[in-house]
C-alpha cells in the first residue's frame, strides 16, 4: 500500500521532534510511540511482543555484529529499542527483532513533511490522544 492510500495524521510540528525527543500518542485504542534517533523519526507500537512491557521506556543502542572469532564489530548505532524489562532488542528501522527474524514489533510508517511529524496508517484515525510521558534515560 502505498503512502497515498494510507491515513495521514500530523503527530506535531517537527520542532517538538528533536533528537533523542519521544512522543506517545493513542490511536483508534492503540498506543504508538515516536523517537528521533540520528536525525530519522522512527513510529512503533508501544508494546513489547513478549509481555506487553512499553517499548518507549527502552533504551536506543548499537548492537554487535555477526563476525568472526575474536572479532568484535559494533553496528546499528542508535537503530535498536532495548525492552526495559527483559532486554529483548528490535531493530527500528525494520521492526525484527535482532534474535528472530520471525519476531517484530509493528512499525509504522513517518515523515517529516512541511515543518510536521506525519503519521500514516493503514486504517482511518477516529481517536487520537495525545498522551503525557516522561522518562528520564542515563547514557
Not at 510511540?33 to 533504551?59: D, T, W
Not at 509493528?106 to 495525545?130: H, N, S, W
Amino acid at each position: 500500500m502505498s503512502t497515498k492510500e494510507k491515513h495521514r495524521l500530523v503527530v506535531c510540528p517537527a520542532e517538538e521532534m528533536q533528537e533523542g525527543s519521544r512522543q506517545l500518542i493513542e490511536v483508534n485504542g492503540v498506543e504508538i510511540g515516536l523517537i528521533r534517533a540520528e536525525g530519522v523519526c522512527y513510529a512503533f507500537r508501544n508494546s513489547c511482543p513478549h509481555q506487553g512491557v512499553p517499548m518507549l521506556y527502552g533504551s536506543v543502542v548499537g548492537t554487535m555484529l555477526p563476525s568472526d572469532p575474536h572479532q568484535y564489530i559494533y553496528g546499528n548505532h542508535n537503530e535498536i529499542i532495548r525492552c526495559p524489562l527483559h532486554g529483548w532488542e528490535f531493530n527500528l528501522k525494520t521492526g525484527k527483532a535482532m534474535f528472530s527474524p520471525d519476531l517484530s514489533i509493528k512499525m509504522y510508517e513517518v515523515k517529516e513533511e512541511g515543518g510536521e511529524i506525519v503519521l500514516y496508517l493503514d486504517r482511518a484515525p477516529e481517536q487520537v490522544t495525545r498522551k503525557e510521558f516522561s522518562c528520564i534515560l542515563s547514557s
